[in-house]
């Protein structure tokens, strides 16, 4: 089964420091999400791409996150400097938008901690 | 702005009972798509069920069905025959065709033995 694959699972990391998280979307597929879910906000959008292109990224902070898609297999979500406010769970997804085929396949996540 | 609103933030079901979880949405689109999605605690989001605005005939999948009302922006997921595998949070989502998918708070299930 074709899937989405995000790394790492988990991520423990200090305040200041750098974090990179990976995400691999289904080939072919068109649009790629990142979400961040944390208890008190549920699911947030933070930036999607269609067709490798950014289209929103209004959700995410734009002083220390950002979002790119240097080839139709690889999407990455960098935060720096990381804050403990990040910790959170960060998730990819993909589709094929604006088609008869609409519906969105989640990563397993990755767990950030930022102490 | 698209909105979607999911009012029971927890509920619990006996097993082998049925259960109906509440979504409304708010949107001026005339054509869009609408989803629940499941998040055990393995924290996977699992697509349950997906429902297209122009198709008048309710999705089922299985135990899963939807009861979707158009003109109330009303798309409720009713579990039939619950099982202790479907304790999870249900979401419900929203995509105005090619626009992004937003998402509600979530329900918690869980259903009891």
């Known amino acids: 089964d074709a899937r989405v694959t995000q790394t790492p699972r988990h991520k423990v990391t200090e305040m200041g420091q750098e974090v990179t998280m990976r995400c691999q979307p289904i080939l072919g597929h068109n649009t790629v999400f990142w979400y961040r879910q944390t208890m008190m906000q549920g699911l947030e959008l933070l930036a999607y791409?269609?067709?490798?292109?950014?289209?929103?990224d209004s959700g995410m902070p734009k002083d220390r996150f950002s979002a790119e898609m240097p080839d139709a297999t690889l999407a990455t979500l960098k935060i720096q400097p990381s804050e403990p406010r990040d910790s959170a769970v960060y998730f990819c997804?993909?589709?094929?938008?604006?088609?008869?085929?609409?519906?969105?396949?989640f990563g397993s996540g990755t767990q950030l901690s930022v102490l | 702005a698209q909105t979607v609103t999911q009012s029971q933030p927890e509920m619990s079901v006996q097993e082998a009972e049925t259960v109906t979880l509440s979504c409304t949405y708010d949107?001026?689109?005339?054509?869009?798509?609408l989803f629940w999605y499941k998040q055990p605690p393995s924290r996977q989001m699992i697509l349950v069920i997906r429902?297209?605005?122009?198709?008048?005939q309710n999705a089922t999948e299985n135990r899963f069905s939807v009861n979707f009302q158009k003109a109330a922006k009303s798309f409720s997921l009713k579990i039939s025959d619950s099982q202790l595998g479907d304790t999870a949070m249900y979401f419900c989502a929203f995509t105005g065709g090619s626009e992004k998918l937003v998402f509600g708070k979530g329900t918690k299930l869980t259903v009891n033995p």
């Open positions: 791409f269609r067709n490798r292109a950014p289209l929103d």
């Open positions: 429902q297209e605005a122009y198709k008048q």
């Open positions: 997804a993909s589709g094929l938008l604006g088609t008869e085929y609409e519906k969105l396949f």
């Open positions: 949107t001026s689109e005339s054509n869009y798509y």
